[in-house]
């Protein structure tokens, strides 16, 4: 087996080979066939790649073929987004009547899927404590057909026992689907730990430079094909300069990850005991409640961090005006560092009791390292702190 750098330049080497070093852009909605059997083929070719690009694209099986390769699965499918990559994967996988489990530390797109989406089909969901292997246990009923998992969740870094999950799932017959988008291939690999299927939103760290939206599903290619099917009637289609795009990011990966990697460790390091700050959740401390834990399923933490401020919602929200390399958006995995506080998002999204429910303290910022210099975000993040900290002190003098 090759190694993720060579993986990620040269394991779509047989797809549409071509002599050109950089892959052609593949622009066309529709493929010409040679005679009626080959167009009948090619029309029941699932996840094919010359018939009709909403069935497939040689960029789409280039992409494909490269993810794979650095998941560890038989075969990958590219979507128009990760959620599209979620929803078409979920919609094909189960039927009205059936049972979903999921984490209730989740990204906000899942956790609308369990909670809105797949009750109005006739699916009902259950939540639980992700830290806690016994509560998917706990959880499971006749009629469960599918477990998503996500670790580390968005935006608490709590981390799934993935190969105790799986365990389970697998001895009642049940699917298992990851997101791996905070961790990527590099960082951990969820099928080495008996998990079915991984998507990601291949928007953020496969791509990596904050100009493509995308998803991508990889897993045993009879169980894609299933999901193809559901793809194709949504039309939830990546376009081929998307395409182009997204694997032009990939080709990088394992070089960026690294840097990622060690620019959200320091950062973490550094913010930990600063007066201003809280907390630091980021799975890389040793006082991470679940440090052992992903020490054991994963080679490197990431470059997302929480950083919750003593001072509540205003001192978050002063925190991130000051920061000078990390910009006020939504989004993570690209090459220039994010920050982005929650509960200012999501204040005109959901009510007060919502916020409070959702476990996320008012203080929290999600900062996603980019590749810069580790000193200068290092700086960066600790003179917004001492800002914030010294005109806390200042306000405590004069009330």
């Keep these: 087996m090759t190694g993720s750098n060579t993986a990620a330049v040269h394991a779509d080497r047989d797809v549409q080979p071509s002599h050109a070093v950089a892959r052609p852009i593949y622009q066309t909605a529709t493929f010409w066939a040679e005679d009626a059997d080959q167009f009948a083929k090619a029309a029941v070719d699932r996840r094919g790649q010359d018939f009709y690009t909403r069935f497939g694209n040689p960029n789409h099986a280039q992409v494909g ?38 984490q209730r530390s989740t990204y906000g797109g899942t956790g609308s899927v369990l909670l809105n989406l797949l ?22 009923t006749p009629r469960t057909r599918l477990i998503l998992l996500e670790t580390p969740s968005n935006p608490l870094l709590q981390i799934t026992d993935l190969a105790a999950v799986a365990g389970l799932a697998r001895a009642h017959g049940v699917l298992t689907l990851a997101d791996n988008t ?38 045993p290619a009879e169980i894609l094909d299933r999901i193809a099917d559901t793809a194709v ?53 040793a006082s991470h409640p679940q440090h052992a834990l992903a020490c054991r399923q994963m080679a490197g933490f990431g470059g997302v961090l929480g950083i919750e401020l003593a001072g509540g919602y205003d001192a978050a929200d002063e925190f991130l005006g000051r920061l000078r390399y990390s910009r006020r958006a939504a989004s993570l995995g690209g090459v220039e560092s994010l920050a982005v506080h929650p509960a200012s998002m999501w204040r005109g999204m959901l009510g007060a009791d919502q916020i409070a429910a959702s476990g996320v303290a008012l203080g929290l910022v999600r900062l996603a390292a980019g590749t810069e210099d580790t000193e200068d975000l290092v700086a960066d993040a600790v003179a917004a702190a001492d800002s914030v900290h010294r005109n806390h002190k200042e306000e405590a003098r004069t009330v």
Aim: hydrophobic fraction near 50%; avoid cysteine.
């Design 233 to 285: 009637l949504i039309g939830a289609t990546l376009g081929p300069i998307d395409s182009w795009l997204l694997l032009r990011g990939v080709r990088t990966l394992p070089l960026r990850v690294a840097q990622h990697n060690a620019n959200g460790l320091a950062l973490a390091e550094a913010l930990s005991h600063h007066p201003a700050v809280a907390r630091v959740y980021y799975p890389g401390l």
């Design 65 to 102: 073929a490269v993810v794979a390769a650095l998941e560890h699965t038989e075969a990958a499918m590219v979507t128009a987004s990760g959620m599209a990559a979620l929803t078409t994967a979920v919609l094909g996988l189960v039927s009205a009547g059936d049972h979903v489990i999921g």
């Design 182 to 219: 905070f961790a990527t291939p590099l960082n951990q690999r969820p099928v080495d730990f008996g998990v079915d299927l991984v998507w990601h939103s291949a928007t953020k760290y496969l791509n990596g430079h904050s100009d493509v939206s995308a998803g991508v599903m990889a897993g």
């Design 119 to 140: 009750p109005r089909l006739g699916v009902t969901t259950t939540l639980v404590d992700q830290t806690d292997p016994e509560a998917f246990a706990r959880a499971l």
